[in-house]
């Protein structure tokens, strides 16, 4: 029941991964565009530019989600790398428990209000030539933060799983 669990909570994360490499291919493709534009034809786009970092948004508040399912954050290895696969997933699962899903909530929580009113305002760029709707990109905040905690809870049963030594 655990492992079927884990797999449906690894499938959501492969696709947020999917998603997120798709969006570094694109930013790839436009700052390419860009440069050529700017350096051999003297054309500078706003718009292009803001999409760089919409699309930068997009890889690092949707990456975080497959970077934990992944295992590849950043902790301490020296002492973490030498603990058994059992003390390693007990710190694993204090720390989903103690310190990302509460993170998780209150960031999740609060960036919503932001939203609103960026969407209540129909806020858009301050530069002439930007882009609107900029309550788009703000919007991933609250929905990465909930991408991370559906992902943190596939990392708890993962961990669980090896605690348990149910593999």
């Given at each position: 029941?655990?492992?079927?669990?884990?797999?449906?909570?690894?499938?959501?994360?492969?696709?947020?991964?999917?998603?997120?490499?798709?969006?570094?291919?694109?930013?790839?493709?436009?700052?390419?565009?860009?440069?050529?534009?700017?350096?051999?034809?003297?054309?500078?786009?706003?718009?292009?530019?803001?999409?760089?970092?919409?699309?930068?948004?997009?890889?690092?508040?949707?990456?975080?989600?497959?970077?934990?399912?992944?295992?590849?954050?950043?902790?301490?290895?020296?002492?973490?790398?030498?603990?058994?696969?059992?003390?390693?997933?007990?710190?694993?699962?204090?720390?989903?428990?103690?310190?990302?899903?509460?993170?998780?909530?209150?960031?999740?929580?609060?960036?919503?209000?932001?939203?609103?009113?960026?969407?209540?305002?129909?806020e858009k760029s301050g530069d002439p030539g930007g882009?609107?709707?900029?309550?788009?990109?703000?919007?991933?905040?609250?929905?990465?933060?909930?991408?991370?905690?559906?992902?943190?809870?596939?990392?708890?049963?993962?961990?669980?799983?090896?605690?348990?030594?149910?593999?």
């Amino acid at each position: 029941m655990l492992i079927k669990l884990e797999k449906a909570f690894n499938k959501f994360a492969d696709s947020i991964g999917f998603i997120t490499s798709s969006a570094i291919i694109l930013m790839i493709i436009n700052v390419f565009y860009d440069v050529v534009a700017r350096y051999y034809f003297h054309h500078v786009s706003i718009a292009m530019q803001e999409i760089e970092w919409h699309l930068f948004s997009v890889v690092i508040l949707l990456g975080i989600s497959y970077t934990l399912k992944e295992d590849g954050h950043v902790r301490v290895d020296v002492i973490y790398d030498n603990l058994s696969i059992k003390k390693q997933a007990f710190i694993n699962m204090f720390g989903a428990v103690f310190f990302i899903l509460p993170i998780t909530f209150l960031v999740g929580l609060s960036s919503i209000d932001n939203v609103l009113e960026a969407y209540e305002f129909m806020e858009k760029s301050g530069d002439p030539g930007g882009l609107e709707y900029r309550w788009i990109v703000k919007g991933l905040i609250p929905l990465s933060f909930l991408f991370l905690f559906i992902t943190t809870i596939g990392f708890f049963i993962k961990n669980l799983i090896d605690y348990k030594e149910i593999r």
